[in-house]
């Protein structure tokens, strides 16, 4: 029963499709969802300082829904964005339900789509890379998928890690630091991948 819990990360999707079904400020839900009630209940529920025996961990890894629960993520975050483009090529909606809405799909796209595309990009299966990059595609995010896999995990906390603060750095300067230095890294990376290969950009034989 305890595992329930997981189920709460879908109440995100079900905020967002709240939002793409509204009209005026219900087309925010979304966004009083992430930034007004989770950290009302983060506050109310508490904290905990203990983690998972060795015995959990190792029973929870042999549990197939727990991969389930990310595969499903891929057909409710594409649903979603079908559902919200149908809505909005439908609809006549007012300049701040416009910013409503695309505040709620960007929500949407940051927690049940880069979220989950980062986790499955760490596994091994052409399939779980896929859906991984799959989630990345509507965030616009793709590059991440290299970046983050084959320059963050070998260069973490050190100066050549884009995703690695400085000392002192604002949030605001590392987040736009961050972002641009990931991208070019990536490019950077996949070329270096293709020239070991033998191939160029547009992949024929050198």
Request: charge should be neutral; proline fraction near 3%; glycine fraction near 6%.
């Amino acid at each position: 029963m305890r595992d329930l819990k997981y189920l709460f990360a879908y109440t995100m999707p079900l905020s967002a499709l709240v939002s793409f079904s509204s009209t005026g400020m219900w087309t925010y839900s979304t966004v009083f969802y992430a930034f007004l009630v989770l950290p009302i209940l983060d506050v109310i529920t508490g904290q905990t300082t203990e983690n998972l025996e060795v015995e959990d961990i190792t029973y929870k890894k042999t549990q197939w829904i727990f991969d389930a629960m990310l595969y499903l993520n891929v057909p409710i975050v594409f649903g979603l964005l079908a559902y919200a483009l149908h809505t909005v090529q439908a609809g006549n909606f007012a300049t701040y339900e416009w910013v409503g809405l695309v505040l709620s799909g960007g929500i949407l796209l940051a927690t049940n789509g880069i979220n989950v595309a980062h986790e499955l990009g760490h596994r091994t299966t052409l399939i779980e890379r896929l859906m991984s990059k799959a989630l990345y595609m509507p965030c616009l995010y793709m590059h991440f998928f290299i970046e983050h896999n084959y320059g963050h995990h070998l260069h973490v906390a050190t100066p050549e890690d884009p995703a690695t603060a400085r000392y002192n750095q604002t949030v605001y300067g590392f987040w736009f630091t961050s972002v641009t230095r990931q991208y070019v890294s990536a490019w950077k990376l996949q070329m270096n991948l293709l020239k070991r290969q033998g191939l160029t950009f547009f992949l024929g034989q050198e």
